[in-house]
């Protein structure tokens, strides 16, 4: 069964900080995507950053990047110059290509201390 | 970018009654829907897909005769909630996938969500 995972329940970082939040995987697919999905309290569900898993690129966009270790499964995002409105619930989330399904971790609820 | 409408975005319902939720895909269309919920500060969980013109799909443990989706047209689909008991109560959330023409990026663009509430 493919699975995702998000150790951290909750982390918090210093405004203008940077912060990075895990998420592992576990597949036996070779092509897949990967994303980081922001919910804030508002609860809509916003697109931060996607990953194609036969690029070894890291993404990047503008102050959120990921480290991509397919070999380990894992799929960090980091947030540099954390801002009050980053403030939200973060799911990593993948998708096989050609399936309908996404697969969610549990998210990590991230708090901006000002 | 794709915009996923949904109404109400809140609605409140007696016991024993039922209540439909709408989704809407508003500058594109969307052969493929998806119904989540979310309980609160948890993850959201699959209820169904839905395709256009065929029956939805369940995932396991879901009540189709309970949660009536409905996905009549490229731009809409419902969710019925039949028979509501305050254990429904939870915030529902659709999304659609993007038009092909879109990219091959798989992401899915998510309506605000409508919150239930069962009294």
């Known amino acids: 069964a493919q699975t995702v995972t998000q150790s951290q329940p909750e982390m918090s970082v210093q405004e203008a900080e940077t912060v990075t939040l895990s998420c592992t995987y576990d597949?036996?697919?070779?092509?897949?995507?990967l994303f980081w999905y922001k919910q804030p309290p508002s609860r809509q569900m916003i697109l931060v950053i996607r990953?194609?898993?036969?690029?070894?690129q890291n993404a990047t966009e503008n102050r959120f990047s990921v480290n991509f270790q397919k070999a380990a499964k894992s799929f960090s995002l980091k947030i540099s110059d954390s801002q009050l409105g980053d403030a939200a619930m973060y799911f990593c989330a993948y998708r096989v290509q050609g399936a309908q399904k996404l697969v969610f971790g549990q998210g990590t609820r991230l708090t901006i201390n000002p | 970018g794709a915009v996923v409408s949904q109404h109400p975005s809140w609605v409140i319902c007696k016991s024993g009654t039922s209540v439909k939720i709408e989704c809407r895909s508003l500058d594109f269309q969307a052969t493929t829907m998806f119904w989540y919920r979310q309980f609160p500060k948890q993850s959201l969980m699959l209820m169904a897909t839905?395709?256009?013109?065929?029956?939805?799909?369940?995932e396991q443990g879901v009540e189709k005769d309970k949660f009536l989706i409905n996905h009549a047209s490229l731009t809409l689909s419902t969710l019925t909630v039949t028979s509501a008991h305050p254990e429904d109560s939870s915030f529902y959330i659709c999304s659609a996938d993007p038009p092909p023409d879109a990219g091959q990026f798989y992401e899915q663009y998510f309506g605000p969500g409508t919150r239930l509430t069962v009294t």
């Open positions: 990953q194609e898993a036969y690029k070894q």
């Open positions: 597949t036996s697919e070779s092509d897949y995507y």
């Open positions: 839905s395709n256009e013109g065929s029956k939805a799909t369940y």
